[in-house]
């Protein structure tokens, strides 16, 4: 028997919710922020990939040979864990314009298109980047 260990990072997009996990496109198991799972396959060819309400990751498509042991790892799409942030610096030229011009322009309309812009492409268009999976190097405590 061959196994497959999954992990999957804290992150406080998604915190409080379990990721679905599927192999060969059947649901095996949930994965929590922070948790490691545990899943055994028989060798062979293999795709697994995760799922949090509509959104989904990427496919990931192994092959694994008996007694071998795949590390992969699941996380948040890094554009989308980071629009919050790159919205609030974007923000900053314009409020330095602001200040030194005096002009009415408020930059907080502004803000909210930006903030919009990145989640509001991943769960339409991109709902299928929304997550992204991937084989890792990674070593569990002992």
């Not at 915190?15 to 192999?23: A, C, M, Q, T």
């Not at 007694?67 to 992969?72: K, R, Y």
């Not at 890094?78 to 030229?93: D, H, N, T």
Request: charged share 20%; aromatic share 12%.
């Amino acid at each position: 028997m061959s196994q497959i260990i999954i992990q999957r990072k804290t992150e406080y997009i998604n915190l409080l919710r379990k990721y679905r996990i599927y192999l060969n496109n059947n649901k095996t198991d949930k994965i929590a922020g922070g948790e490691t799972l545990v899943i055994d396959v028989e060798p062979g060819l293999h795709e697994i990939q995760a799922a949090i309400d509509w959104c989904q990751s990427n496919r990931l498509s192994f092959e694994i040979a008996e007694g071998e042991t795949l590390e992969i790892e699941v996380r948040s799409n890094a554009l989308l864990k980071y629009s919050v942030q790159i919205a609030l610096l974007s923000l900053i030229p314009l409020l330095l314009y602001n200040f030194f011009v005096n002009t009415a322009f408020n930059p907080f309309l502004y803000l909210w298109p930006v903030l919009m812009l990145v989640p509001g492409y991943f769960i339409t268009i991109g709902r299928k980047r929304y997550l992204q999976i991937s084989k890792t190097e990674f070593h569990m405590a002992s």
